[in-house]
């Protein structure tokens, strides 16, 4: 007798011995707190990015040949253009779904991004990071590093006015790297500025396979190393423990959570994709090298780089008439070195200062390691000052407050704010800390009490004698 | 806090308040004490523009900055109102520069520290009418032109705006800042304004001769520049055209909220 689900099953189960590892995964158990499904949402936004774009390659091509522009959008009748540019304006008026697919994958990277930050700072406020999740820690650094490069090669593709801005910065920032940045740069670029179309190849199949298969690997490494060490809890119960895991299987409990979130993502991404218009093209036209535009910025991820280049005090490190280290090398190179380095030894900082050397498994609340939690504020902040004071032009045309009075501002205020929040937010967290046990000896002296009326009460109905 | 503590930091905040009222006050009394910065009017002002009226107006409004008859001031002095001038001469702008500037609200300017900016007009267009009829009759100089956009080519006005113009004044013509001014938006300019700015050079921008801008590529830029009001926004709300810094908002502040609500809900346990 045939059965047409146990006969395939068991087929495949005798040739993989595959059984037993998918019990064990479907039982893996998921803590329940929502915090838990942001690094989802980057997941998922990471498989959108890998649909669209595969629909995207259909039609993009990566060639830098000149070629004159005739086509459904008339204000760019006529013009002449890199085979490039052409195809993405083709791909955004004249291919079925193209624009839809194609700002979507572009929502996709933005939201990418920012769902990691937010992942990022969770992990970091509740301390999940320590031992033994450094590992982890470190390659989600490296994904979210890696993602901002990917995110850069993918609109500087484009070759429209705004890519090329951005790919002139780029290079900008490469020559100022000291002795290696020189070579480094030249070669990649192949010539000076604009460089050699084999530039776009290099960038196609970086963008398109290397970078993309690189994420990859480190999405798997990452997600094998949190089931590996299990996922951190919050002490929700006193169930949660140190050593005892609370949570939600695989199967059946967390896989509708999950596909309801993919649903949910996708849903988000292909709305803003079919709404919101992003990146339009086609308004800013083709890249020259002698042609640029006011108020051209990356995109939000790479915002911080633009902040600290314009947030810089003119300095370069000179020897006489040599110059040792110009300046693009603190803003666009040194500024996001010390962001990573700071952030990756973050783990062993803290535990050479609280010389915890211990297991966790437990989280923290962000109040339970005030000085932890008050620094985290603070580093953000700095970060995101100096991000904002890369929409400082913006500011001054919608405000009015002039680019030097913020210019001024924000070389004070980036010191200052944080400064100040890290003892303000160390202080909340203690105060927190206080009322929490205020309120532990308040609920131990009435569970006592009652305990007592309960002895009292219970006093007479005891037999006598 | 004891009672004593208390009464103290409530005498300081009374004192503190106490002090800014006396701030304020000042500050009224010397905005009172300031001359008045309105238009000077002739007491029976005629209905019909003219040079008489120009003449008039000018005296009262323009001289102290430019100089009796438009001769211009070279340093800096007190002016009508003791404000004090320097303005360059009017004598050969003819009729376009003045029409210019005033249609636009650029002047007359409250203080010449000030970058012209669009501004309230303060003449009645009657009056504006005069001034440049006065301004013009001062020397020889450009008419008011009379672009005709219509024939312009919008493809060729996109080019040629990324190549004269978006340097400063951005791709779509939103503005901008530029070291020393604010570049201001075109959303809101006519095609006669366009055309007399390119040609006069106001304020930081730099004058376009027939040379580097022909009449019929200005026609085009015109063009271009009108069409930018509403542009084509193929993929849905264009959020300003402004490019990623919106971008970047709508991701932070609606899909970012949007996906974290998403977790919340699903988060939770229903049913318990």
Same mark, same amino acid.
């Given at each position: 007798?045939?059965?047409?689900?146990?006969?395939?099953?068991?087929?495949?189960?005798?040739?993989?011995?595959?059984?037993?590892?998918?019990?064990?995964?479907?039982?893996?158990?998921?803590?329940?707190?929502?915090?838990?499904?942001?690094?989802?949402?980057?997941?998922?936004?990471?498989?959108?990015?890998?649909?669209?774009?595969?629909?995207?390659?259909?039609?993009?091509?990566?060639? @830098?040949?000149?070629?004159?522009?005739?086509?459904?959008?008339?204000?760019?009748?006529?013009?002449?253009?890199?085979?490039?540019?052409?195809?993405?304006?083709?791909?955004?008026?004249?291919?079925?779904? &193209?624009?839809?697919?194609?700002?979507?994958?572009?929502?996709?990277?933005?939201? +990418?991004?920012?769902?990691?930050?937010?992942?990022?700072?969770?992990?970091?406020?509740?301390?999940?990071?320590?031992?033994?999740?450094?590992?982890?820690?470190?390659?989600?650094?490296?994904?979210?590093?890696?993602?901002?490069?990917?995110?850069?090669?993918?609109?500087?593709?484009?070759?429209?006015?705004?890519?090329? *801005?951005?790919?002139?910065?780029?290079?900008?920032?490469?020559?100022?790297?000291?002795?290696?940045?020189?070579?480094?740069?030249?070669?990649?670029?192949?010539?000076?500025?604009?460089?050699?179309?084999?530039?776009?190849?290099? *960038?196609?199949?970086?963008?398109?396979?290397?970078?993309?298969?690189?994420?990859?690997?480190?999405?798997?490494?990452?997600?094998?190393?949190?089931?590996?060490?299990?996922?951190?809890?919050?002490?929700?119960?006193?169930?949660?423990?140190?050593?005892?895991?609370?949570?939600?299987?695989?199967?059946?409990?967390?896989?509708?959570?999950?596909?309801?979130?993919?649903?949910?993502?996708?849903?988000?991404? +292909?709305?803003?994709?079919?709404?919101?218009?992003?990146?339009?093209?086609?308004?800013? &036209?083709?890249?020259?090298?002698?042609?640029?535009?006011? &108020?051209?910025?990356?995109?939000?991820?790479?915002?911080?780089?633009?902040?600290?280049?314009?947030?810089?005090?003119?300095?370069?490190?000179?020897?006489?008439?040599?110059?040792?280290?110009?300046?693009?090398?603190?803003?666009?190179?040194?500024?996001?070195?010390?962001?990573?380095?700071?952030?990756?030894?973050?783990?062993?900082?803290?535990?050479?200062?609280? &010389?915890?050397?211990? @297991?966790?498994?437990?989280?923290?609340?962000?109040?339970?390691?005030?000085?932890?939690?008050? +620094?985290?504020?603070?580093?953000?902040?700095?970060?995101?000052?100096?991000? $904002?004071?890369?929409? /400082?032009?913006?500011?001054?045309?919608?405000?009015?407050?002039?680019?030097?009075?913020?210019?001024?501002?924000?070389?004070?205020?980036?010191?200052?704010?944080?400064?100040?929040?890290?003892?303000?937010?160390?202080?909340?967290?203690?105060?927190?800390?206080?009322?929490?046990?205020?309120?532990?000896?308040?609920?131990?002296?009435?569970?006592? /009490?009652?305990?007592?009326?309960?002895?009292?009460?219970?006093?007479? $109905?005891?037999? $006598?004698? | 806090?004891?009672?004593?503590?208390?009464?103290?930091?409530?005498?300081?905040?009374?004192?503190?308040?106490?002090?800014?009222?006396?701030?304020?006050?000042?500050?009224?009394?010397?905005?009172?004490?300031? !001359?008045?910065?309105?238009?000077?009017? !002739?007491?029976?002002?005629?209905?019909?523009?003219?040079?008489?009226?120009?003449?008039?107006?000018?005296?009262?409004?323009?001289?102290?900055?430019?100089?009796?008859?438009?001769?211009?001031? #070279?340093?800096?002095?007190?002016?009508?109102?003791?404000?004090?001038?320097?303005?360059?001469?009017?004598?050969?702008?003819?009729?376009?520069?003045?029409?210019?500037?005033?249609?636009?609200?650029?002047?007359?300017?409250?203080?010449?520290?000030?970058?012209?900016?669009?501004?309230?007009?303060?003449?009645?267009?009657?009056?504006?009418?005069?001034?440049?009829?006065?301004? #013009?009759?001062?020397? !020889?100089?450009?008419?008011?032109?009379?672009?005709?956009?219509?024939?312009?080519?919008?493809?060729?006005?996109?080019?040629?705006?990324?190549?004269?113009?978006?340097?400063?004044?951005?791709?779509?013509?939103?503005?901008?800042?530029?070291?020393?001014?604010?570049?201001?938006?075109?959303?809101?300019?006519?095609?006669?304004?366009?055309?007399?700015?390119?040609?006069?050079?106001?304020?930081?921008?730099?004058?376009?001769?027939?040379?580097?801008?022909?009449?019929?590529?200005?026609?085009?830029?015109?063009?271009?520049?009108?069409?930018?009001?509403?542009?084509?926004?193929?993929?849905?709300?264009?959020?300003?055209?402004?490019?990623?810094?919106?971008?970047?908002?709508?991701?932070?502040?609606?899909?970012?909220?949007?996906?974290?609500?998403?977790?919340?809900?699903?988060?939770?346990?229903?049913?318990?």
């Amino acid at each position: 007798m045939t059965d047409p689900v146990q006969d395939p099953v068991r087929f495949i189960d005798e040739r993989t011995a595959g059984a037993a590892l998918l019990r064990r995964g479907l039982r893996y158990l998921f803590p329940d707190h929502w915090s838990f499904l942001l690094g989802e949402v980057a997941l998922y936004s990471f498989i959108v990015l890998i649909g669209t774009g595969i629909y995207l390659a259909l039609f993009f091509d990566p060639s @830098t040949a000149k070629t004159v522009y005739h086509g459904p959008y008339t204000p760019l009748d006529g013009q002449t253009m890199s085979a490039a540019f052409k195809s993405v304006v083709d791909i955004s008026f004249a291919y079925k779904a &193209g624009l839809l697919i194609r700002q979507t994958h572009h929502w996709a990277a933005d939201v +990418f991004v920012a769902s990691m930050v937010i992942h990022l700072t969770r992990v970091f406020f509740t301390g999940a990071f320590r031992k033994p999740r450094e590992l982890t820690w470190i390659i989600g650094l490296l994904m979210l590093f890696t993602a901002f490069l990917e995110g850069y090669l993918g609109y500087s593709l484009v070759d429209d006015l705004l890519s090329g *801005m951005g790919l002139a910065i780029g290079y900008g920032v490469g020559l100022s790297i000291p002795v290696i940045g020189g070579p480094m740069t030249l070669s990649l670029f192949g010539a000076p500025f604009p460089g050699k179309p084999e530039l776009w190849s290099r *960038m196609y199949i970086a963008h398109v396979l290397l970078i993309p298969i690189l994420l990859a690997v480190l999405i798997t490494i990452h997600l094998a190393l949190v089931m590996a060490r299990h996922h951190t809890q919050f002490r929700q119960s006193r169930r949660h423990t140190e050593r005892r895991i609370v949570g939600v299987p695989l199967f059946p409990g967390q896989t509708p959570r999950s596909l309801a979130l993919v649903f949910f993502v996708a849903a988000v991404l +292909f709305l803003l994709g079919g709404l919101v218009q992003i990146n339009p093209i086609w308004q800013w &036209g083709p890249f020259e090298p002698w042609l640029g535009t006011n &108020g051209a910025q990356p995109d939000w991820y790479l915002g911080w780089l633009i902040g600290a280049l314009r947030l810089m005090p003119s300095f370069d490190l000179t020897i006489g008439h040599f110059t040792l280290v110009p300046n693009p090398f603190w803003g666009g190179a040194l500024f996001p070195l010390v962001v990573l380095g700071l952030l990756a030894a973050f783990p062993w900082i803290e535990r050479r200062l609280t &010389g915890d050397r211990t @297991t966790h498994n437990l989280l923290d609340r962000p109040r339970d390691a005030p000085n932890r939690t008050a +620094f985290g504020v603070a580093f953000l902040t700095w970060v995101f000052l100096i991000f $904002a004071f890369g929409a /400082a032009d913006r500011i001054f045309v919608l405000l009015g407050l002039s680019y030097n009075t913020q210019l001024y501002i924000f070389r004070i205020g980036i010191w200052v704010v944080p400064l100040a929040l890290f003892f303000g937010v160390r202080r909340v967290c203690r105060e927190l800390q206080t009322s929490d046990r205020i309120e532990e000896v308040r609920e131990q002296a009435e569970h006592e /009490a009652e305990e007592d009326r309960g002895a009292v009460a219970g006093a007479p $109905a005891q037999p $006598a004698g | 806090m004891s009672y004593r503590k208390r009464l103290r930091f409530m005498s300081l905040r009374a004192r503190i308040l106490a002090v800014a009222t006396v701030f304020a006050l000042g500050a009224v009394a010397i905005a009172q004490a300031q !001359p008045q910065s309105g238009i000077v009017r !002739p007491t029976t002002e005629p209905s019909n523009p003219s040079a008489q009226l120009g003449a008039q107006l000018f005296a009262g409004n323009c001289s102290s900055c430019h100089g009796i008859s438009g001769s211009g001031i #070279a340093s800096p002095r007190p002016g009508a109102g003791g404000i004090p001038g320097a303005g360059p001469p009017l004598q050969r702008v003819g009729a376009s520069a003045p029409d210019f500037y005033l249609r636009t609200g650029y002047m007359p300017l409250a203080s010449i520290h000030d970058q012209p900016a669009p501004d309230r007009v303060l003449f009645s267009d009657n009056e504006i009418r005069s001034l440049v009829a006065y301004v #013009a009759s001062l020397g !020889p100089g450009p008419a008011i032109p009379h672009p005709a956009p219509a024939s312009g080519s919008l493809s060729d006005g996109l080019h040629l705006f990324t190549e004269h113009c978006a340097g400063c004044h951005q791709g779509l013509a939103r503005g901008g800042f530029v070291t020393g001014a604010l570049v201001p938006p075109l959303q809101g300019v006519t095609a006669t304004e366009i055309a007399e700015a390119v040609r006069i050079g106001p304020y930081l921008m730099p004058r376009f001769s027939q040379k580097q801008i022909s009449d019929s590529q200005l026609n085009s830029i015109i063009r271009y520049v009108l069409w930018t009001r509403h542009p084509s926004d193929r993929g849905g709300w264009g959020i300003g055209n402004l490019g990623p810094i919106p971008e970047g908002l709508v991701t932070w502040w609606i899909a970012l909220p949007l996906l974290v609500v998403a977790c919340v809900l699903l988060g939770k346990r229903f049913g318990r």
